[in-house]
Each structure stands twice: as C-alpha cells, then as structure tokens.
C-alpha cells in the first residue's frame, strides 16, 4: 500500500480555513490524544464505517430528544 495520493481534482473549490476556526481548533485539540487516537487506528485497522455511522445517529437522535 503506498502512502502517497493523487493529486486533487483541478476543478476542486479551494477555500482558505478562517484564522478564528483554526483558534478555535488549536484551544479545544489535545495533540496527545489525536496522536493516540491515529496511533490507534493504525495498529487496529480502525473502526467499520457503519459503526462510524451509527454513532453519529445516535447523538444526533439524543440532541434531538433533549431540544
């Protein structure tokens, strides 16, 4: 398996990320934990998407019946 991807499309729209959501990013990431989180998914394979899937379900379903 090769680490290297195709370019993207040329076509593709390109936006720049806003200064106040990359803030946003840097206060509220652990780089610890995103780095243990990758480590993870490297050693397990990661999670079926389905799964991925259902969970986002789930919370959406649980904001719902607490709004």
Partial sequence: M???YPPPPE??????IP???IEWV???TNKEQ?????REILETGGV???EI???V???????ERNS
């Fill in 2 to 4: 090769s680490n290297e």
């Fill in 11 to 16: 076509d593709m729209p390109r936006e720049k």
């Fill in 19 to 21: 200064p106040a959501l």
């Fill in 26 to 28: 840097k206060r509220n």
């Fill in 34 to 38: 995103v780095l243990a989180g990758i």
């Fill in 48 to 50: 079926p998407f389905e």
């Fill in 53 to 55: 899937i259902r969970e």
């Fill in 57 to 63: 379900e789930k919370r959406v379903n649980a904001h």
